[in-house]
T-cell receptor, first 118, second 109 residues
């Protein structure tokens, strides 16, 4: 069964360093997302991406963050100058299409990348 | 504001009982509604979606939607210990899906 894959599964970094989290969405999916979940807290929306541009972003997704689809398969989240509070699980997700009748609009999640900032 | 509210729980039910999980949302433009289950340390996995008012049944699960009241619920019949997890309500508006904080369910044998 097709799945969303994420790397690395766990990354430890020093405060102030740059981090790139990578995702390979399901191949026929058109919409891509990043979410984060701080330990014990809710799943928070960061950004959605379609047609090589950001379609929506949350207030969390400030200038420290950027996303890119550098080739036909990868979707990356870059965090510049990491802070302690960036420590979280970061989930990539993809969906087949914009919500339309007959489609669920379901998001398929990767297993997550745990980021620890020291 | 696109708020999705859930009781955080924990909700504890005995094995075989019905578990009832509730969710309210603030954006009247919301189009579709999802229930995800999340085990500790794992990613969310879809249980059900609903986009029309009324009930939708899938096995032991029934989702209920009332758009006028901006309310979604999930009933789990014949609850099993393996149902113990955090249940996330998610609401989608066009291309933006927002999650509630989740309700932690424990099913006791």
């Amino acid at each position: 069964e097709p799945e969303v894959t994420q790397t690395p599964s766990h990354q430890v970094t020093q405060m102030g360093q740059e981090v790139i989290l990578r995702c390979v969405p399901i191949s026929n999916h058109l919409y891509f997302y990043w979410y984060r979940q701080i330990l014990g807290q809710k799943v928070e929306f960061l950004v959605s991406f379609y047609n090589n541009e950001i379609s929506e972003k949350s207030e969390i997704f400030d200038d420290q963050f950027s996303v890119e689809r550098p080739d036909g398969s990868n979707f990356t989240l870059k965090i510049r100058s990491t802070k302690l509070e960036d420590s979280a699980m970061y989930f990539c997700a993809s969906s087949e299409s914009r919500f339309e009748r007959g489609y669920t609009g379901e998001l398929f999640f990767g297993e997550g990348s745990r980021l620890t900032v020291l | 504001q696109k708020e999705v509210e859930q009781n955080s729980g924990p909700l504890s039910v005995p094995e075989g009982a019905i578990a009832s999980l509730n969710c309210t949302y603030s954006d009247r433009g919301s189009q579709s509604f999802f229930w995800y289950r999340q085990y500790s340390g794992k990613s969310p996995e879809l249980i059900m979606f609903i986009y029309s008012n009324g009930d939708k049944e899938d096995g032991r699960f029934t989702a209920q939607l009332n758009k006028a009241s901006q309310y979604v619920s999930l009933l789990i019949r014949d609850s099993q210990p393996s149902d113990s997890a955090t249940y996330l309500c998610a609401v989608k508006v066009i291309n933006d899906m927002r999650f509630g904080a989740g309700t932690r369910l424990t099913v006791k044998p």
